[in-house]
């Protein structure tokens, strides 16, 4: 195996979808935010929130445009670099894939044109319609991709076949409703609610501080803390979900997470700092909560919760049942039909654990001749880096708790102090507009760095998943995405930067109109028609 | 779940075989006017105004079209697992390339009138243009290297391999048949993207479009031709040998693949299937005719049935073959052992009876709101135009 190509695939991978999951939340978020404003004009027939709609709108049109541009990528890559992995799971991953295309990017990408164009084509209602649209499309996007990515966390529904040498469904029913990739799913769109929450605040906050756009912005404020705070707790409560669930799907990710080195007797302490060491096997300047991992963890007091330590030694037992399978595989490859019931029998028994032998291809070519010091070496490697896992997660939990303050804050000045935002709240609003993107950057890095040495846990290793590329093919696009990439998000943020700076087209003298009429309608005065019908003229 | 049983082995492969091709070509007939008109942007406007009429003809509906391709990537690593494996590494550089043009595409649409410099908004034009060619070009390009065979091979685990060095990946698909089939490709975008713009615009727009059209029309079809004369005498097809099973599980090398003579025995086999490059043919006569002598609606459909004609008579010259192996013949891909396991492709082919039709549905909706000419006047009036 040459790691040079393993480390350059996973880096690639990292950079692009971690790229392209900056502007995911905020379409994911805005979509929804815009089409509640529209809703409410819709209702209202204000033209107040018609303009914040169209505000929100462009804003959410920059954004999406690279959101498209970047997801590209992503469709294709699987083939590209990882030939492996799309081969050997292919009969289970592509189903998702292919789905999010039938489902959601057709209806997103069908719908969004019209967004734009349709303003003059459509009724309201219409209109209003093809706004809910393209929010649903989006959001079911992320629907079949958490559905993708959670089936590699926790393989459901599928099994391997020696014929084929891949993995091939079972069940699709269990693939789409993993109890994983469920709970990722709500965790993740809670996640873009807030990061657009956060961003419509801060956009906001900062047209208050410089007292532009008042109106606009106090109601956008309003619509983005209570949709931010509902959604900041939703992103909390799944993401314990999300950790219930890796309990038991992902227990090495779980203990990794928490620098749980031994299995504590039940239940749990939680570390709430402190510095694993991963030669010592310890993490040292310990802070413990009592009780607190049993909990999250099991939601039971007596349930053990397995430290890294035991996970290891079973590692290493997997492995050698790995072999046994491996060694059966390779004889019914050589005989197919004619191999004997009881080699068959033996490679059932041992093929839930036929992704820990491959973890040994890295050392030998053939797992069956490994050594003992490279059977310690492939144990070793089960384990992954638990100092970033551990502080990555803790700093994510902690930005995601501020999330619920800040949106707490500012819905009771919203509802309870007649819109009345303090300044020093304001600064920090738009200070902490980055914030949810780290967060969102963070949340991925636990997931999918958690689940190192595997691209499907447990079932086919990292080492394994790529492509047949030389160093040079994989150095040459590195750099183009990276400069590519880079080029289109400075240009993206000026752009949304100065249509910011711009700010909403308001038209004070149509708001000032529908007031008027509004107030004759409530009043009944008929008297107020001819000064309307003046004020027209 | 024994519900999969009701459509046979076989006859899901050969569903999806024909499903693939349908994208492929939903993605030609609409995405392809996209990158025609892509292509065409810097010469059939030639002012400002102008050019936005030719991107406000696409502006909103291209975003809906590109889910052809993105679906289309989607349907094969669904369907075709070993196919999107193999062959989007084995044309490593080559998708590269189409991906970044690809990626300038719904970044030129979005940003290119939000700044007044002309410089700007005419750096985006071209990228609209390589956005356009590039693709097209490149598209064709792999239809001429799968037609010779792709020089990978399959070990014991079906892992691909590639012969050749890195660049000898990119350099060695750019041969001479290749070029051909890729200029085809090209010219036939392209000429499908005049007839749209000949359908969407007026005025001196839709005047240079004809002309354009008229022009790659006939190249395509003198192109056609002589990649047909080409296929007919100079390249060496692939024939399955032995027993063929259809129903056998997916792995290409229980299968015996020698090279054949050519690929055109194909229709000595089923004379039926030259309906394919007659309709390619007629298509694209018709659409230059139609070009000639102005006429609009029909022109853009015929058009359409030249693509049909054409992309279906690559599918069905090759059946059953996907990709052929020029380095190792037993590994080439075909019908009968590259598909996805039985459940699978059942499941998506519900999936895709259920969501296809309500697809086309409100996509002719939007068609129907956006009907009609864009004019300077729209462009110039509008905030929302691009």
Known sequence: ?537 | MILHELISYDVLRVIWWALLGLLLIGFAMTDGFDMGVGALLPFVGKTDVERRVVINTVGPVWEGNQVWFILGGGAIFAAWPPLYAVSFSGFYLAMFTVLAALILRPVAFKYRSKREDPRWRSSWDWCLFIGGAVPALIFGVAVGNVLQGVPFELTADLFSRYEGAFYAKFAGLLNPFALLTGLVSLAMLVTHGAAWLSFKAEGVVAERSRRFGTVSGLLMIAGYVLAGIWLATGIEGYALVGEVVANGPSNPLYSEVVRSDSWLSTYSERPWAAVAPLLGLLGMTMTVLGLRAGREGSTLLWSKLGILGTISSVGLTMFPFLLPSSLDPRSSLTVWDSSSSHQTLFVMLVSTAIFMPIILAYTAWVYRVLWGKVTEADVTDSHSAY
Not at chain 1, 93 to 98: E, T, V
Not at chain 1, 100 to 121: I, Q, R
Not at chain 1, 388 to 394: D, G, V
Not at chain 1, 408 to 420: D, M, P
């Open chain 1, 1 to 537: 195996m040459d790691l040079d190509i393993v480390e350059l695939s996973r880096l690639q991978f990292a950079l692009t979808a971690m790229y392209h999951f900056l502007f995911v939340p905020l379409t994911l978020g805005l979509s929804v935010i815009v089409a509640i404003m529209e809703t409410v004009y819709v209702m209202t027939d204000r033209p107040i929130w018609r303009q914040m709609t169209k505000f929100w709108g462009l804003l959410f049109g920059i954004n999406f445009a690279l959101g498209v541009a970047t997801g590209i990528t992503m469709e294709f890559q699987f083939g590209m670099n990882w030939s492996y992995f799309s081969h050997y799971v292919g009969d289970i991953f592509g189903a998702p894939l292919a789905l999010e295309g039938l489902m959601a990017f057709f209806l997103e990408a069908t719908f969004v044109g019209l967004f734009f164009f349709g303003w003059d084509k459509l009724s309201k209602i219409a209109h209003l319609v093809v706004a809910w649209l393209v929010a649903i499309g989006s959001n079911f996007s992320a629907l079949w991709i958490l559905i993708a990515n959670g089936w590699m966390q926790n393989p459901v529904g599928a099994e391997f076949n020696p014929e084929t040498m891949r993995m091939e469904m079972t069940s699709f029913f269990d693939v789409m409703f993993n109890s994983v990739a469920q709970a990722k799913f709500v965790h993740t769109v809670s996640a873009g609610y807030v990061t657009a929450s956060v961003f419509v605040l801060g956009v906001s906050a900062w047209y208050l501080l410089k007292g532009r756009h008042e109106e606009l912005a106090r109601r956008s404020i309003t619509v983005a803390a209570s949709f931010g705070l509902a959604s900041a707790l939703s992103v909390v409560v799944l993401g314990d979900e999300s950790g219930y669930a890796t309990t038991h799907s992902q227990q090495m990710k779980l203990a990794a997470m928490e620098g749980m080195w031994e299995t504590e007797p039940a239940p749990a302490s939680f570390t709430l700092f402190g510095l694993p060491d991963q030669e010592a096997r310890e993490t040292k300047y310990a802070v413990h909560i009592p009780f607190a991992m049993g909990l999250i963890g099991t939601r039971s007091l007596t349930t053990e919760i397995p430290g890294i330590n035991d996970l290891l030694d079973k590692s290493e037992g997997r492995i050698r049942s790995g072999i046994i399978a491996y060694d059966a595989l390779m004889t019914i490859r050589e005989q197919r039909q004619q191999s004997s019931p009881e080699v068959r029998a033996t490679f059932e028994a041992h093929s839930a654990d036929l992704g820990y032998a491959f973890l040994l291809k890295r050392y030998v070519e053939d797992p069956r001749e490994a050594s003992e010091a490279q059977i310690m070496q492939a144990t070793e490697d089960t384990l992954p880096r638990v100092f970033p896992l551990f502080w990555a997660f803790r700093l994510m939990v902690a930005l995601g708790f501020s999330f619920i303050i800040v949106m707490a804050y500012f819905f009771w000045r919203s509802s309870f102090r007649q819109q009345v935002y303090p300044r020093w709240a304001l600064r920090l609003a738009v200070f902490i507009i980055p914030a949810p993107w780290i967060a969102a950057e963070l949340g991925w890095f636990v997931a999918e760095y958690g689940r190192q040495p595997w691209t499907v846990d447990g079932v086919l290793p990292t080492a394994l998943s790529v492509s047949h590329l030389s160093v040079m093919d994989l150095l040459l696009t590195l750099i183009g995405y990276v400069v590519f990439y880079t080029v289109l998000l400075i240009i993206e943020v000026a752009l949304m930067l100065k249509y910011i700076r711009k700010g909403p087209f308001e038209d004070v003298e149509e708001t000032r109109l529908w007031n008027i009429q509004h107030q004759q309608m409530l009043s009944g005065n008929q008297d107020l028609s001819h000064q309307t019908q003046a004020l027209r003229e």
